[in-house]
């Protein structure tokens, strides 16, 4: 979910391992087929066994055992099955014709990189949580995506009509906070206001219930309170450069009066919207992702602009990275359409089979990449064991800050700009709980958590797209959605270094660490609503996306580079018969620039051939 950068400040002038199943999930869940990948539960996302081998041989620089080479010469080998992947097997089907011989080797045990589902069956039910990216900004894409939507048969206008969805702003309370007792001393549900959201949500008339010292809410109270331009005295020029080169804590604290109690509040408000502290923003980026001050700077925050009308599959962007590989493998499934892919089951037996001319192998971490003889060398580890697939051209569409140890001979300067793009982690905790109950009693579909792991919590009902149907006010099993990132230690100070750290934690934690997270917020939060956590958690799926949101450039932490001169620019030039694709290349974490660049990627292999 990338909601961020809304208009609001125009006037402004810029713009371990999981062994254990939590007690209930033992209890209840039902039998499930556990080699389907979609319904495996505990910790996915960069599940165990998928990175470990990147990280030897890559990242630790152990020497890969020697290869065994495959027979067959392909005529291109992707590096990564994500939706940029998957878009370049199809760009190339059409440039190239469709019976040239495509390998595309991905490190996960399912296809679609962050684009993946998470499937519960309950009830004779199947409930249908999002893994990774969430929605499709149709407002953004260009004729290409566009085209690519049109011929798989999305048609946005209808996803649209059939969703209520809102991110958890759909009860009766549409906004609400949920303060916990561990951090605050107290379990608190304020319904009606929140930290980040429209005017009208503003949480000054809230303030005496919060669960904080009477110091912060005075402060927060007058902060709130004032209508005034404080940046008057400065020419349009230095008031913008005041907006881009100061940090949004910076600011509460100078122009907002705000200690570090009340400023703690915030830190984790664009968790989801940028994977990021709100400290590491500067004041222009935290205005424009809706945090508040508005009135510090003369201006008057909108009430409009809330809405974030963007279209849903009830598996995110799952869907379309299924659509293109049932275009591309016709055999995984029968009589795909858009209008059923999201209970359209998959056949991950045909996947990768001799005779089709495009094959999926997944659990295959690329370890090196080198170009002889006018053919690329993709070496790969499988099953811990190493091969070698040789192929005339290699779109690489892995995220970039591998391909230094990956593509060793590439110069110098386009190395440093790959491992300039370190991204955003993220983690996406599905959970399936017994009943929604709990929430409609309190009058909430979602909250935000100031002082919790994961920033917030909705309810994913109300997305009846792809074929599949959860109505808003189903009061039976639902999923909710924990989302976030993981808060760094205070010692990480530089950018890289914090979200270094915050990888690490994601990928350091076990999963009873995430599930008793789950239990503590799901028991304080609907506790008193008679939620039960023993009975009604059935299942926790725990998406960690320790490489997440594609780099994208910060007025506090990046320079502005002369056009054609920012890293990722410098990072995707074509190598020989290697080119680069992936959301990195466009530094802009979305699925439709995912798109954009596998289009690039393989015009600039077809320019090659002419
Ligand atoms: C939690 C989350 C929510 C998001 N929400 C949205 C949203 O709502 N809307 C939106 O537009 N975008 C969203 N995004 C952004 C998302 O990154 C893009 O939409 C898109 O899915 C990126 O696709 P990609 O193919 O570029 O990269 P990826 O999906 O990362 O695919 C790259 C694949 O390459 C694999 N790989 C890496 N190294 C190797 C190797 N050495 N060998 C083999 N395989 C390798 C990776 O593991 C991965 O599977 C979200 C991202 C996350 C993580």
């Given at each position: 979910m990338r909601i961020h950068r809304r208009d609001l400040i125009h006037g402004a002038g810029l713009l371990g391992f999981g062994l254990s199943l939590p007690r209930s999930q033992k209890a209840a869940a039902e039998p499930i087929e556990a080699s389907y990948p979609p319904t495996r539960t505990q910790l996915r996302g960069s599940h165990p066994g998928s990175f470990e081998a990147a990280h030897a041989y890559t990242r630790d620089q152990l020497p890969p055992p020697k290869p065994r080479r495959l027979p067959e010469i392909f005529d291109l080998v992707v590096v990564g099955a994500g939706i940029s992947g998957l878009a370049a097997a199809y760009y190339y089907q059409r440039q190239f014709g469709p019976d040239k011989k495509i390998l595309i080797l991905d490190n996960h045990d399912d296809f679609g990189g962050h684009a993946k589902r998470n499937e519960f069956h309950q009830g004779g039910r199947m409930h249908l949580g999002i893994g990774g990216t969430h929605n499709l900004e149709y407002w953004q894409f260009n004729p290409v995506v566009t085209d690519l939507m049109n011929d798989l048969g999305v048609d946005i206008k209808t996803l649209r009509a059939q969703s209520t969805f809102d991110y958890g702003r759909t009860g009766k309370s549409p906004y609400a906070l949920w303060f916990d007792a561990e951090t605050f001393g107290r379990d608190q549900l304020i319904t009606?206001?929140?930290?980040?959201?429209?005017?009208?949500?503003?949480p000054l008339l809230f303030l005496d219930q919060f669960p904080i010292s009477d110091t912060a809410k005075a402060q927060l109270k007058r902060f709130y309170t004032l209508q005034q331009d404080l940046l008057a005295d400065l020419a349009p020029e230095a008031r913008t450069h005041y907006l881009r080169t100061t940090g949004y804590f910076d600011f509460l604290r100078d122009l907002g009066g705000l200690g570090a109690e009340a400023r703690?509040?915030?830190?984790?408000?664009?968790h989801g919207s940028w994977g990021l502290e709100a400290h590491c923003l500067s004041v222009a980026e935290a205005l424009g992702d809706g945090l508040p001050g508005l009135n510090l700077i003369g201006e008057t925050p909108s009430e409009?602009?809330?809405?974030?009308p963007a279209a849903f599959f009830p598996d995110g962007n799952a869907s379309i990275a299924r659509l293109l590989v049932s275009r591309l493998i016709?055999?995984?499934?029968?009589?795909?359409?858009a209008t059923s892919i999201a209970t359209q089951a998959f056949d991950y037996g045909a996947l990768d089979q001799a005779a089709q001319s495009v094959r999926i192998r997944l659990s295959s971490t690329v370890v090196r990449v080198n170009q002889s003889g006018g053919l690329v060398g993709v070496r790969y580890l499988k099953g811990g064991q190493a091969f070698e697939a040789k192929a005339r051209h290699t779109v690489m569409a892995c995220y970039h800050s591998i391909l230094p140890y990956i593509c060793p001979d590439l110069p110098a300067e386009q190395k440093a700009a790959q491992a300039y793009q370190v991204k955003y982690p993220l983690v996406l905790t599905n959970v399936l709980i017994r009943s929604k109950k709990p929430f409609d009693q309190l009058g909430i579909h979602g909250v935000s958590c100031p002082g919790r792991m994961h920033a917030s919590l909705f309810l994913m009902n109300g997305i009846n797209t792809g074929g599949y149907e959860h109505a808003l006010n189903d009061p039976g099993a639902a999923v909710v959605a924990f989302w976030g990132s993981l808060s760094p230690p205070a010692s990480a100070l530089d950018l890289r270094a914090q979200l270094r750290a915050s990888r690490e934690q994601m990928l350091a934690l076990p999963f009873e660490a995430y599930e008793s997270e789950v239990r503590l917020v799901l028991g304080g939060l609907l506790g008193d609503a008679g939620f039960n956590v023993d009975r009604d958690i059935l299942a926790i799926t725990v998406n960690r996306w320790p490489h997440g949101y594609a780099h994208e450039y910060l007025d506090l932490w990046d320079e502005d580079f002369a056009p054609g001169q920012a890293p990722h620019e410098l990072a995707r030039a074509r190598f020989g018969n290697l080119t680069f694709a992936n959301s990195d290349a466009g530094a802009s974490a979305y699925t439709h620039t995912a798109i954009e660049e596998a289009f690039r990627a393989v015009n600039e292999l077809r320019d090659l051939r002419s």
């Open positions: 009606g206001c929140s930290l980040k959201g429209p005017p009208s949500t503003s703690q509040l915030f830190s984790k408000s664009c409009s602009g809330w809405d974030y016709p055999a995984v499934a029968k009589d795909v359409t």
